[in-house]
């Protein structure tokens, strides 16, 4: 039976499929949008979805992930894996098979827990880097809407803004001063000037000005273009072909105990070589049994599972960071983060919520209140409390005309909310038009704009151009407010215009930012007859002021109770805002800074030499009317003395700062892809709580990294110096090289493991960060691993002495000392569990789910290695009494006490706990 002839393609579809094949760069501009099908408006969501299941994803193709056997293979590619495989091998080869058998089955296990918890944490990676999968601000049916980049259709007209990364090849429809980084396609490290006209078919990717390109960074300016290819058509897709699917879990920590690892390796094959030339020619040993002995004793005191464990520490600590929405893209950020001793953050939308509302309006003539909150467009117009009609103040509708205009936001209303999307202070400014009662997209229709000059850090400004009927075109520019009363000559008046008081206009400006508010100003130019287009020059003379507007943006709630937490924790807080100083101070005093926190400003911090600005950097909390690059600045002055800096940033220009700092950190909504791509973490929420709260999970890794080494190289260091201490001292052996295999087999895994989930202990965030750069191994933990591996030693030599003494036969005593080496091992654990604090606690009694698990799993595992007739087979055990039973347990809880009563003894003389 044949199938229907599939449909014929028409010619846009065709030319679509195509995409990168065209040459897009020598078409006009109405040339591509025909040829794509693409309305003025953009295209209607409903066509928007037929493309995408049509051409599929806008994403480049991924790069093939190992397989399944692969990854498990992977897990014996390990020196340590080695060496107990090359021993296993050994001990088979002199026929003995049940060692030889043991061994494989830790080899395996360890094997498949790697395995198991390696997929589980790329897969939580994966998922976690899809949450800051990048955006694209596009115009569909018309409006303006933001959608995933793995959205974008060919035929979408996608809109460009300074910091943005171009989500697919465009081809230019509008360029307003755009510059576009092009190096990760052309090398060239200077921003490309972008243009409309068409370029030769014939022109490099370098010199396509008429395009661009997917994977390039916006660097100024703003920008309309029409995707013409998208996922592997574009260049990007061509050149590149495959992406890495996963981030490779390691950090320098990690590769740091991977070769302390193998160093520890190498010494103890070097002891064990050592032990057994002693135990055959010094203890005459036979030479099998010697070597059978020094596999145990290899066993015993090779951290195998140590790597694993530690990156699987730092995984979980990822995720739980991504709970809390703070989200890691470069796992050594998470070793760093328990060490910051420095956060400067931006105060908008981090440390304030970002709801902005205009609550006042000033003019020559009068200062009128402005009711509601949000973004909704509900509330009246007050003068000295009284409600007033708006049509009788026409300087307030032009300026809130002015508002509305010079505008690049939209305001949309979801389940009776409204939301503003763009810039939160344009969506403020577009509610507060409605409510003086102007009709957005009316508006915006009768007064076309024409040209417009992009906000910039560096001029403060934003201009638009705007076309009238009847009447010549009008220029209408909003700003800094200090920086709009200096370009203006005039201020608007009921009866006409006037001569500008500065003065009085700073004044008001100052009292208006003291309150907490943030004003912005607003002026127009009518422009001569005719005109089309305008230049920085136009909008910065002949304006007319027509007053300010003052916003609100409360504080979070919760930023106070965070910031409070950075003081006790010994972490110093900076805010850096470009709004006014007196802003900047209210709104430092709402957060909780102290009433005597020092001020200054972007302008006073250029007037100082390097040393002053060093110390003035260290002395002040609040920066105000900051540039981006005085970021970069204050990073390096703060890192001079070894403090580790985290800080926050949203724009391209904020890129070298974040670069710079120990941790720079991006915003997850207001930020740019150009800001995100240049930091270790990025915040989902945009909430400087969530920045404590990762601070706070990275000195919980830390700790949890520090537990596990000291868990587990004192429990092997304790098992191995009791074979070597038994040969030295001519005893028989307390413990088979067999059931140092077992020990190793069930609590390296079900034991150790437990500590990568460990909570924060108690007052984490009450003390002082850590210093950069401090070895993990610090004499404090040295000490420790020798200390507690003596106690080890001494218990199980006290057990089988013990043992002995009451006649018991010889693998009865050993049954016993394999289980007070568990035992121990268990006990010690809940110690271990509490670095900076005691044990003996309720809390610290109860464990955790995972511990309570791990320690049900070993306690089983022991019942059945204690009296199961197969293991008592296998293993040479004998049952055991309820007396010799509460022997075992008594050696566990002494263990416990006198590493207690250590930590107690140490804290009291100073050296931690």
Same mark, same amino acid.
């Given at each position: 039976?044949?199938?229907?002839?599939?449909?014929?393609?028409?010619?846009?579809?065709?030319?679509?499929?195509?995409?990168?094949?065209?040459?897009?760069?020598?078409?006009?501009?109405?040339?591509?949008?025909?040829?794509?099908?693409?309305?003025?408006?953009?295209?209607?969501?409903?066509?928007?979805?037929?493309?995408?299941?049509?051409?599929?994803?806008?994403?480049?193709?991924?790069?093939?992930?190992?397989?399944?056997?692969?990854?498990?293979?992977?897990?014996?590619?390990?020196?340590?894996?080695?060496?107990?495989? /090359?021993?296993?091998?050994?001990?088979?080869?002199?026929?003995?098979?049940?060692?030889? #058998?043991?061994?494989?089955?830790?080899?395996?296990?360890?094997?498949?827990?790697?395995?198991?918890?390696?997929?589980?944490?790329?897969?939580?990676?994966?998922?976690?880097?899809?949450? +800051?999968?990048?955006?694209?601000?596009?115009?569909?049916?018309?409006?303006?809407?933001?959608?995933?980049?793995?959205?974008?259709?060919?035929?979408?007209?996608?809109?460009?803004?300074?910091?943005?990364?171009?989500?697919?090849?465009?081809?230019?429809?509008?360029?307003?001063?755009?510059?576009?980084?092009?190096?990760?396609?052309?090398?060239?490290?200077?921003?490309?000037?972008?243009?409309?006209?068409?370029?030769?078919?014939?022109?490099?990717?370098?010199?396509?000005?008429?395009?661009?390109?997917?994977?390039?960074?916006?660097?100024?300016?703003?920008? +309309?273009?029409?995707?013409?290819?998208?996922?592997?058509?574009?260049?990007?897709?061509?050149?590149?072909?495959?992406?890495?699917?996963?981030?490779?879990?390691?950090?320098?920590?990690?590769?740091?105990?991977?070769?302390?690892?193998?160093?520890?390796?190498?010494?103890?094959?070097?002891?064990?070589?050592?032990?057994?030339?002693?135990?055959?020619?010094?203890?005459?040993?036979?030479?099998?049994?010697?070597?059978?002995?020094?596999?145990?004793?290899?066993?015993?005191?090779?951290?195998?599972?140590?790597?694993?464990?530690?990156? *699987?520490?730092?995984?979980?600590?990822?995720?739980?960071?991504?709970?809390?929405?703070?989200?890691?893209?470069?796992?050594?950020?998470?070793?760093?983060?328990?060490?910051?001793? *420095?956060?400067?953050?931006?105060?908008?939308?981090?440390?304030?919520?970002?709801?902005?509302?205009?609550?006042?309006?000033?003019?020559?003539?009068?200062?009128?209140?402005?009711?509601?909150?949000?973004?909704?467009?509900?509330?009246?117009?007050?003068?000295? /409390?009284?409600?007033?009609?708006?049509?009788?103040?026409?300087?307030?509708?032009?300026?809130?005309?002015?508002?509305?205009?010079?505008?690049?936001?939209?305001?949309?209303?979801?389940?009776?909310?409204?939301?503003?999307?763009?810039?939160?202070?344009?969506?403020?400014?577009?509610?507060?038009?409605?409510?003086?009662?102007?009709?957005?997209?009316?508006?915006?229709?009768?007064?076309?704009?024409?040209?417009?000059?992009?906000?910039?850090?560096?001029?403060?400004?934003?201009?638009?151009?705007?076309?009238?009927?009847?009447?010549?075109?009008?220029?209408?520019?909003?700003?800094?407010?200090?920086?709009?009363?200096?370009?203006?000559?005039?201020?608007?008046?009921?009866?006409?215009?006037?001569?500008?008081?500065?003065?009085?206009?700073?004044?008001?400006?100052?009292?208006?930012?003291?309150?907490?508010?943030?004003?912005?100003?607003?002026?127009?130019?009518?422009?001569?007859?005719?005109?089309?287009?305008?230049?920085?020059?136009?909008?910065?003379?002949?304006?007319?002021?027509?007053?300010?507007?003052?916003?609100?943006?409360?504080?979070?709630?919760?930023?106070?109770?965070?910031?409070?937490?950075?003081?006790?924790? /010994?972490?110093?807080?900076?805010?850096?805002?470009?709004?006014?100083?007196?802003?900047?101070?209210?709104?430092?005093?709402?957060?909780?800074?102290?009433?005597?926190?020092?001020?200054?400003?972007?302008?006073?911090?250029?007037?100082?030499?390097?040393?002053?600005?060093?110390?003035?950097?260290?002395?002040?909390?609040?920066?105000?009317?900051?540039?981006?690059?005085?970021?970069?600045?204050?990073?390096?002055?703060?890192?001079?003395? $070894?403090?580790?800096?985290?800080?926050?940033?949203?724009?391209?220009?904020?890129?070298?700062?974040?670069?710079?700092?120990?941790?720079?950190?991006?915003?997850?909504?207001?930020?740019?892809?150009?800001?995100?791509?240049?930091?270790?973490?990025?915040?989902?929420?945009?909430?400087?709580?969530?920045?404590?709260?990762?601070?706070?999970?990275?000195?919980?890794?830390?700790?949890?990294?520090?537990?596990?080494?000291?868990?587990?190289?004192?429990?092997?260091?304790?098992?191995?110096?009791?074979?070597?201490?038994?040969?030295?001292? $001519?005893?028989?052996?307390?413990?088979?090289?067999?059931? +140092?295999?077992? *020990?190793?087999?069930?609590?390296?895994?079900?034991?150790?493991?437990?500590?990568?989930?460990?909570?924060?202990?108690?007052?984490?965030?009450?003390?002082?960060?850590?210093?950069?750069?401090?070895?993990?191994?610090?004499?404090?933990?040295?000490?420790?691993?020798?200390?507690?591996?003596?106690?080890?030693?001494?218990?199980?030599?006290?057990?089988?002495?013990?043992?002995?003494?009451?006649?018991?036969?010889?693998?009865? #005593?050993?049954?016993?000392?394999?289980?007070?080496?568990?035992?121990?091992?268990?006990?010690?654990?809940?110690?271990?569990?509490?670095?900076?604090?005691?044990?003996?606690?309720?809390?610290?009694?109860? $464990?955790?789910?995972?511990?309570?698990?791990?320690?049900?799993?070993?306690?089983?595992?022991?019942?059945?290695?204690?009296?199961?007739?197969?293991?008592?087979?296998?293993?040479?055990?004998?049952?055991?009494?309820?007396?010799?039973?509460?022997?075992?347990?008594?050696?566990?809880?002494?263990?416990?006490?006198?590493?207690?009563?250590?930590?107690?003894?140490?804290?009291?003389?100073?050296?931690?706990?």
């Amino acid at each position: 039976m044949s199938s229907a002839a599939a449909p014929e393609k028409s010619e846009t579809e065709r030319d679509t499929e195509r995409g990168a094949e065209r040459d897009w760069h020598a078409l006009e501009a109405g040339e591509a949008l025909a040829a794509l099908g693409t309305p003025h408006g953009g295209l209607s969501p409903d066509e928007a979805a037929r493309r995408l299941a049509q051409y599929g994803p806008n994403r480049l193709p991924e790069a093939k992930g190992r397989s399944a056997f692969t990854r498990f293979l992977l897990q014996f590619h390990n020196l340590l894996i080695y060496v107990l495989i /090359g021993a296993g091998a050994l001990a088979a080869a002199i026929g003995h098979l049940t060692d030889a #058998a043991v061994i494989a089955l830790v080899v395996v296990v360890n094997a498949i827990v790697g395995f198991i918890q390696e997929g589980r944490a790329e897969e939580a990676l994966g998922a976690i880097r899809a949450m +800051i999968d990048p955006h694209a601000s596009v115009l569909r049916g018309g409006r303006r809407a933001t959608i995933a980049a793995g959205d974008v259709v060919p035929g979408d007209l996608v809109l460009l803004e300074a910091g943005d990364r171009v989500p697919a090849d465009l081809r230019l429809v509008k360029a307003n001063n755009l510059r576009i980084d092009e190096a990760a396609l052309t090398g060239e490290s200077v921003p490309a000037d972008k243009a409309l006209a068409p370029v030769a078919k014939e022109a490099p990717v370098g010199d396509r000005f008429s395009m661009a390109f997917s994977g390039t960074f916006v660097a100024a300016g703003q920008g +309309i273009g029409v995707a013409v290819a998208t996922g592997g058509h574009t260049e990007l897709g061509r050149i590149s072909g495959m992406i890495g699917a996963v981030e490779k879990l390691t950090t320098p920590l990690v590769r740091q105990m991977d070769g302390f690892a193998r160093q520890v390796t190498i010494a103890v094959l070097a002891g064990s070589a050592l032990v057994f030339l002693y135990a055959t020619y010094a203890a005459h040993y036979d030479a099998a049994y010697a070597f059978m002995i020094v596999i145990g004793l290899a066993v015993s005191a090779i951290p195998e599972g140590l790597p694993a464990v530690m990156t *699987i520490t730092l995984a979980a600590g990822v995720q739980r960071m991504a709970r809390r929405n703070a989200i890691i893209r470069r796992l050594p950020a998470v070793e760093t983060l328990g060490a910051v001793s *420095i956060i400067c953050t931006d105060k908008t939308g981090t440390l304030t919520k970002n709801e902005m509302t205009v609550r006042a309006a000033l003019t020559a003539s009068a200062q009128i209140e402005v009711e509601g909150a949000g973004y909704a467009p509900e509330g009246r117009f007050l003068v000295d /409390g009284e409600a007033i009609d708006i049509a009788a103040y026409p300087v307030i509708e032009e300026l809130s005309l002015a508002g509305l205009l010079c505008n690049d936001a939209q305001l949309t209303q979801q389940d009776g909310d409204w939301h503003a999307d763009g810039d939160p202070m344009e969506g403020a400014l577009l509610s507060f038009a409605l409510k003086a009662g102007h009709d957005i997209g009316a508006a915006r229709a009768r007064f076309a704009r024409l040209d417009e000059v992009p906000f910039d850090a560096r001029h403060r400004y934003m201009a638009t151009l705007h076309a009238r009927e009847d009447r010549p075109p009008v220029t209408y520019v909003k700003g800094a407010p200090e920086r709009i009363v200096e370009m203006c000559s005039r201020v608007a008046a009921p009866d006409g215009e006037a001569e500008i008081d500065p003065v009085f206009w700073q004044r008001r400006i100052d009292e208006l930012a003291a309150a907490g508010q943030r004003v912005i100003g607003l002026a127009r130019r009518v422009m001569p007859e005719g005109c089309e287009t305008i230049t920085q020059e136009d909008a910065e003379e002949g304006l007319t002021l027509l007053g300010l507007v003052a916003l609100i943006d409360p504080p979070r709630p919760e930023a106070i109770s965070a910031i409070e937490e950075c003081r006790a924790a /010994g972490i110093s807080v900076k805010m850096i805002t470009g709004d006014h100083a007196e802003t900047a101070k209210a709104i430092a005093r709402q957060l909780g800074f102290s009433a005597e926190a020092a001020t200054t400003t972007g302008a006073a911090l250029d007037a100082l030499d390097d040393g002053h600005f060093a110390r003035r950097a260290r002395e002040v909390s609040v920066f105000a009317r900051t540039s981006p690059e005085h970021k970069l600045r204050l990073v390096e002055a703060l890192q001079a003395d $070894g403090s580790v800096i985290a800080m926050t940033g949203d724009g391209v220009n904020d890129a070298p700062a974040l670069k710079r700092a120990d941790v720079g950190v991006a915003m997850g909504n207001k930020g740019t892809e150009a800001a995100k791509e240049a930091s270790e973490m990025v915040l989902a929420d945009d909430n400087f709580a969530s920045i404590v709260a990762a601070v706070r999970e990275g000195r919980t890794v830390y700790d949890n990294l520090t537990k596990v080494i000291a868990w587990t190289l004192p429990t092997n260091g304790g098992e191995a110096l009791t074979i070597i201490l038994a040969i030295i001292l $001519g005893l028989t052996l307390p413990v088979t090289p067999v059931q +140092i295999l077992w *020990i190793n087999l069930v609590t390296a895994v079900a034991l150790g493991l437990t500590l990568a989930f460990e909570p924060a202990e108690p007052g984490v965030m009450k003390r002082p960060p850590r210093l950069a750069g401090a070895p993990l191994l610090s004499g404090r933990l040295l000490w420790r691993i020798v200390f507690v591996s003596l106690v080890m030693v001494t218990g199980t030599l006290g057990i089988y002495t013990f043992a002995t003494m009451r006649g018991l036969p010889l693998e009865a #005593a050993r049954t016993m000392v394999v289980n007070a080496i568990v035992v121990m091992e268990i006990f010690y654990l809940f110690s271990v569990r509490y670095v900076h604090g005691t044990s003996l606690t309720l809390q610290g009694v109860l $464990g955790t789910r995972a511990v309570l698990i791990g320690v049900a799993i070993v306690t089983a595992a022991q019942f059945a290695f204690t009296y199961l007739p197969f293991m008592q087979s296998v293993f040479e055990t004998r049952a055991l009494s309820l007396e010799e039973g509460l022997a075992v347990v008594a050696a566990g809880v002494v263990l416990l006490l006198v590493v207690e009563i250590e930590k107690r003894m140490a804290r009291a003389l100073g050296f931690g706990g």
